[in-house]
């Protein structure tokens, strides 16, 4: 058994605030001195990157569809055990996950295969006890589902609020834990594909410090105490993070920079696990690649922004060639792959 404290935060539609008031509670929590370990439902890349930023340690995905259920419990217990408390972001809506097969990879599977007390946030611009037939729904349309509280966005004023907790909490036997004022001036800055990464650097440290501000009427004290009641997780037997019989001790470089960050943490914690060396570099303003290394590893991000950065970097992609005539392994994904292809258009239509 794992005693994990815990909590995962999901939404009733995707755009419904879940990531700021993940990253306000984790800001709040450290406050209070507690050791923070973030973690995100699903495959992202991004919410993770501010998760990190904001609790000083790697935030993890939890991904039932690829990883499965035991792969999911054993990385939080992995990635958790020297933390105080866990706080899990949700994936869109609540539940919704893979097409065609419910629940599959949603939320809600998520909470019930980990244990772990589910608060759910809802939009309630223009709402009044209205508010109470959507929290209704959402609970009784999986019972299964460990609901535990209700935290309200986009909230006038007290007395909206009131119109709001009271019917919640008459109607529905869940606690309303608070509020987000519709004042709040919060806004992570957005793109095409979602927000905007962390490694870029765009946003400071000091608006992630701010984020507190967001839960002015939302009792955290509360919060911590439902991620305090989570049950003990059972453990699986079959591990995934056991050392080896033989490790393999070779370098591999990682580019990690501004175009590239797209990376599942756990994949680089298995390769150190196994015997790798992880190096990072830049594609955009390292000269060189890091000496005597056995493999170049280029992830995720977005290339297109940087692409004459890129181009301009002539030494590194005359490395990159005399590596690859070396046999040195070189293995690109998404973005990363693009930036190992002949010619990349960016957002102006320039080769």
């Known amino acids: ?21 993940t990253l306000a509670l984790m800001a709040a929590f450290r406050e209070k001195k507690l050791k923070v370990q973030g973690f995100k439902a699903g495959p992202d890349y991004i919410d993770p990157s501010h998760h990190t930023a904001v609790t000083g340690r790697p935030s993890r995905n939890l991904d039932t569809w690829m990883m499965g259920g035991d792969a999911c419990a054993e990385t939080l217990h992995h990635a958790s055990s020297d933390a105080d408390v866990s706080v899990i972001e949700g994936v869109m809506g609540l539940y919704d996950g893979r097409l065609g097969d419910r629940a599959s990879g949603s939320t809600s599977e998520l909470a019930k295969l980990l244990r772990v007390p589910l608060i759910l946030l809802v939009n309630a611009k223009g709402m009044g006890q209205s508010a109470a037939a959507l929290v209704k729904g959402y609970k009784e349309f999986d019972r299964d589902t460990p609901l535990a509280g209700v935290i309200l966005n986009n909230v006038s004023n007290e007395r909206h609020f009131s119109f709001l907790k009271d019917p919640i909490e008459r109607n529905c036997d869940l ?22 990464p962390h490694g870029e650097g765009t946003i400071s440290a000091e608006f992630y410090s701010g984020l507190t501000g967001a839960l002015e009427h939302v009792d955290v004290d509360r919060v911590i105490k439902i991620a305090n009641s989570a049950p003990d997780l059972p453990l699986p037997t079959e591990r995934i993070f056991s050392p080896p019989d033989t490790r393999v001790p070779v370098r591999i470089a990682v ?26 570099f830049s594609p955009l303003v390292d000269p060189e690649l890091p000496p005597d290394v056995d493999a170049i590893y280029i992830g995720g991000g977005f290339p297109e922004l940087y692409a004459g950065q890129l181009e301009s ?39």
């Open 1 to 21: 058994m794992s005693r994990t404290p815990r909590i995962l935060i999901a939404g009733t539609h995707s755009g419904v605030g879940k990531t700021t008031l």
């Open 175 to 196: 606690p309303v834990l608070g509020y987000v004022s519709r004042n709040t001036s919060i806004t992570l800055p957005e793109r095409h594909l979602g927000l905007v």
């Open 255 to 280: 580019a990690r920079d501004a175009a590239f960050s797209f990376y599942y943490e756990d994949n680089l914690a298995l390769l150190r696990l196994f015997g790798a060396e992880i190096i990072p």
């Open 313 to 351: 970097n002539t030494s590194m992609r005359d490395k990159m060639r005399q590596a690859a005539d070396r046999g040195v392994v070189i293995y690109g994904e998404c973005g990363g792959m693009m930036y190992l292809l002949e010619r990349l258009i960016d957002f102006e239509g320039s080769l």
